[in-house]
């Protein structure tokens, strides 16, 4: 059975979001909402996360999981927002662990801040299966980009996050901490060993030269065809050094430590101070 999927794109921070439904029921799952931020105020807006909300009601569907593919370091979780309104269990990479250990020490948390994933309803380890009713998802283990990204294959359909981009844009960056090119090459070998038809559904697009529409949806079949950086048969050596010397020019993202100290908290904001103020830390020069 294969599942129907509803795309959100988010043009702030280029991220799409996806509802992806059991055909035969009202079962579905969201995978990387987005919480919207706006850095220079400090202040939060709830208008991409709502559509979400809005659009479960609308169509009566019954929110059996809340799925991240990775520890997003551009935008902010909306899990626990859409969680609190339409329900769904929480889950990530067991690798979240790694993540919230690094970034734990990045940011000076106190021991009260746990890196042990408990955040989390569910951590996902490679080979695990789950259901959203009759749809079967099947976890694969996909890091590079970070230590704990995941693919989602659910149906005929993958939600691959941040490894694959569309085909003429290419794949993801692997210099942030815990990331690597070697790695991620490898797991977009298991990706790109799916049956060719398989969707594919990525995380973000930012248009690629030439195009001029946004874009989301291709194949397995399109991405070992025409992947500009791994597809027509690219080697390994060929990525790691294209990849590396990509990312050696590429500025942090506007949101990164926003993003690294809530997502890490499965989208919950730092505890609030005795006066029920919260605040998030900005590290200098460790980034
Ligand atoms: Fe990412």
Redesign the pocket.
Known sequence: MNPVVTAFFDEATNTISYVVRDPSGSACAVIDSVLDFDYSSGRTDTKSADAIVDYVRAENLDVQWLLES?V???HLSAAPYIQERVGGKIGIGDNIRIVQDTFGKVFNEGTEFQRDGSQFDQLFVEGDSFHIGQLRGDVLHTPG??PACLTYVIGDAAFVG?TLFMPDFGT?RCDFPGGSSETLFASIQKILALPDETRIFV?HDYKAPGRDEYAWETTVGEQKARNIHVGAGKDQNAFVKMRDARDATLAMPKLIIPSLQVNMRAGQMPPADEKGDVFLKVPINKL
Request: charged letters at 20%.
């Open positions: 990775h997003h370091a551009d980009h970070t941040d993801a995380g």
